[in-house]
């Protein structure tokens, strides 16, 4: 039996016109169709019930408060009952007869079929120049990590064998859009991979969700699969706002500490206050962008963000005191000043690290 997944985002318009066609398309074949829907905004989830109350074959799964293709996917494959599983856009743009052949290719002894763009004979069709070049080069980086050899790491269309999946499911990344470059990255390099070939059509209604927020993803993602197995992306993120919240502080001190200057003389007092400013601002700063983007994942909002700032405050108090102890020691053993400062200074900047993660932003 085949389990064929439609990953909807505001294809409301789409799904009507698309169901008939998948229907006349798997008529030989012992199917069923699993809509997974982020609770669209158009109301993609109650079209689908609907057009679901009229056929048993036809199951829908609402996800409320949750987004992300490849999160839908890895859904519709856990509820999917076939031995086979397939995936397609619920746009139109990938060409539904070819799902008998990805499905024989596995039902056969494949463990993956592949609906490929870039083997011999097919297209991405009506590209514009930029995305023809971002495609070429995310494929490019993608197949380099892939276990097995595809020229197509990047389709959304594609079919898997159900003992395949169950055995990698646990190790799979579901942030993004790139569900096949995550499973081709995870499967054992014996896997038997087939591609065939298509033309990938345009859109039949509606907009892209290949939005920029979805290319950094991508981007991060090729991180974490190789780097980001030793240095943690979210390590980097919070290194690289903690830098952006350096100038943040001295911009805060120098316009402060302009208030209480008297000519070029500025008072002890004055001094401590312009710093302890320059402190708080910078903190909240970094708590906002480590908010919205390190701990992404795990965003506070309203009463809980106002709670973990408190908690961030006191970790960074702990962060200055365990860079103030370690570089004063280096300092005392004769270790060069600069040297003592840059160890401390990174001692407190993981110690901040952690502590935010475990107490703030505890996932
Ligand atoms: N459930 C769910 N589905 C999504 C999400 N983002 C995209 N989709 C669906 O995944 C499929 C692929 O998304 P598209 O926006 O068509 O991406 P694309 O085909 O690479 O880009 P275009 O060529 O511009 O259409 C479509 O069926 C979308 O509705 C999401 O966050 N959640
Ligand atoms: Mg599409």
């Not at 408060?65 to 856990?78: C, D, N, T, Y």
């Amino acid at each position: 039996m085949l389990s064929l997944i439609l990953p909807t985002y505001n294809e409301a318009e789409n799904l009507p016109e698309l169901l008939p066609k998948i229907e006349e398309a798997l008529k030989d074949i012992p199917h069923e169709v699993i809509i997974v829907d982020d609770d669209s905004p158009d109301g993609t989830w109650r079209v689908a019930q609907e057009l679901g109350l009229k056929r048993d074959d036809v199951h829908v799964i609402r996800r409320v408060g949750r987004r992300g293709l490849s999160s839908a996917v890895i859904e519709g494959f856990l509820s999917a009952k076939g031995d086979v599983f397939a995936v397609m856009d619920a746009d139109g743009q990938h060409d539904m007869t070819l799902l008998p052949k990805l499905y024989h290719a596995v039902e056969t002894g494949g463990g993956i079929a592949i609906g490929s763009r870039y083997t011999d004979g097919g297209s991405v069709g009506e590209w514009d120049e930029r995305r023809h070049t971002l495609s070429r080069i995310a494929t490019t980086l993608a197949i380099k990590l892939c276990k097995v050899k595809v020229s197509d790491p990047m389709s959304g269309f594609f079919a898997i064998r159900r003992q395949l999946f169950q055995g990698i499911v646990g190790n799979l990344n579901p942030k993004g859009f790139k569900i096949l470059l995550d499973l081709l990255v995870h499967v054992p390099s014996s896997t038997k991979v087939k591609e065939i070939p298509f033309t990938f059509a345009s859109r039949l209604h509606g907009e892209s969700k290949l939005s920029r927020r979805v290319q950094l993803e991508f981007l991060e993602y090729l991180y974490d699969v190789t780097l980001g197995r030793y240095i943690p992306l979210t390590f980097v993120k919070y290194c690289i706002v903690g830098g952006l919240g350096v100038f943040v502080h001295m911009g805060t001190y120098v316009f402060v500490s302009h208030f209480f200057k008297e000519g070029a003389d500025l008072s002890l007092m004055g001094f401590r206050f312009s710093v302890i400013i320059a402190i708080e601002v910078a903190i909240l700063f970094n708590f906002y962008l480590n908010n919205i983007w390190t701990f992404a994942i795990s965003r506070l909002k309203g009463m809980q963000a106002l709670v973990g700032f408190a908690k961030y405050n006191f970790a960074c108090v702990f962060g200055a005191v365990a860079n103030y102890a370690v570089s004063s020691y280096l300092f005392a053993l004769n270790w060069h000043d600069t040297v003592a400062v840059i160890i401390g200074a990174f001692t407190g900047v993981v110690w901040n690290y952690t502590m935010s993660r475990f107490i703030a932003w505890r996932t």
